[in-house]
């Protein structure tokens, strides 16, 4: 296990979590299993050290790390049912990534969709537990982006 075995999953707060790069060929949009949640000051140590692949790689705005019970791990916002699953369009609503802090303004790219009473849970597991201070603003989101129901999940669609 070395320097990446499982104290680099020790954490007490989300902020201290990141996703390593555990798979060095990553090909098309990444998926959770392409990574490893780790405290971030294990990051170097269990990252991909290997030569990486000749392919396009899309970051994949959907995954993000959190801490749970004194370990880092890893989830996917389109498999956790209290923050994506739906019954209708108007369950849904666009989120700018998943930073504990919703971005103002930002990328196509980093467009999320989630259940539209998914705030609380998600901030409880993106965000520290001492007081947040979010900038008072707006995000913009890209023009005809909107979020769907589809197959009962909260999805970006446009």
């Given at each position: 296990?070395?320097?990446?075995g499982?104290?680099?999953?020790?954490?007490?707060?989300?902020?201290?979590?990141v996703?390593?790069?555990?798979n060095?060929?990553?090909?098309?949009?990444?998926?959770?299993?392409?990574?490893?949640?780790?405290?971030s000051?294990?990051?170097?140590?269990?990252?991909?050290?290997?030569?990486?692949?000749?392919?396009?790689?899309?970051?994949?705005?959907?995954?993000a790390p959190?801490?749970?019970a004194?370990?880092?791990?890893?989830?996917?916002?389109?498999?956790?049912?209290?923050?994506?699953a739906?019954?209708?369009?108007t369950?849904?609503?666009?989120?700018?990534?998943?930073d504990?802090?919703?971005?103002?303004?930002?990328?196509?790219?980093?467009?999320?969709?989630?259940?539209?009473?998914?705030?609380?849970?998600?901030?409880?597991?993106?965000c520290?537990?001492g007081?947040?201070?979010?900038?008072?603003?707006?995000?913009?989101?890209p023009?005809?982006?909107?979020a769907?129901?589809?197959?009962?999940?909260?999805?970006?669609?446009?």
């Amino acid at each position: 296990a070395g320097a990446c075995g499982p104290s680099a999953k020790a954490c007490a707060e989300p902020s201290e979590c990141v996703l390593a790069t555990a798979n060095c060929c990553i090909c098309g949009m990444a998926e959770l299993s392409d990574y490893l949640a780790v405290n971030s000051k294990y990051e170097p140590d269990c990252s991909c050290k290997g030569p990486v692949c000749g392919c396009v790689t899309a970051l994949n705005p959907n995954l993000a790390p959190t801490c749970n019970a004194g370990s880092c791990e890893g989830f996917d916002v389109r498999k956790v049912d209290a923050l994506s699953a739906c019954q209708s369009d108007t369950d849904c609503t666009l989120r700018m990534g998943l930073d504990c802090c919703e971005s103002c303004a930002g990328n196509e790219w980093e467009l999320v969709a989630v259940r539209i009473d998914a705030g609380q849970k998600l901030a409880g597991m993106v965000c520290d537990s001492g007081p947040v201070g979010c900038p008072a603003c707006m995000p913009q989101y890209p023009a005809g982006k909107k979020a769907v129901c589809l197959a009962n999940r909260c999805e970006v669609s446009g």
